[in-house]
């Protein structure tokens, strides 16, 4: 859902089922270690650079 920025992230928590996009965002920052906007922005980087080659 992330990789794709059709949902905003606050959409997407409350799609997860969480009450709060804080919630989501601290649960996806202890899972992953980042955020969930900069491991979108890491997406968008690497789909970018891929579609260029």
């Not at 992330?2 to 996806?28: E, V």
């Not at 270690?33 to 979108?40: D, E, H, I, N």
């Amino acid at each position: 859902m992330l990789a794709t920025p059709d949902s905003s992230i606050s959409q997407i928590a409350y799609q997860l089922g969480y009450t709060d996009p804080a919630h989501f965002t601290r649960g996806f920052m202890a899972w992953k270690g980042t955020s969930p906007r900069a491991w979108r922005l890491a997406c968008a980087t690497l789909q970018s650079d891929a579609a260029r080659m």
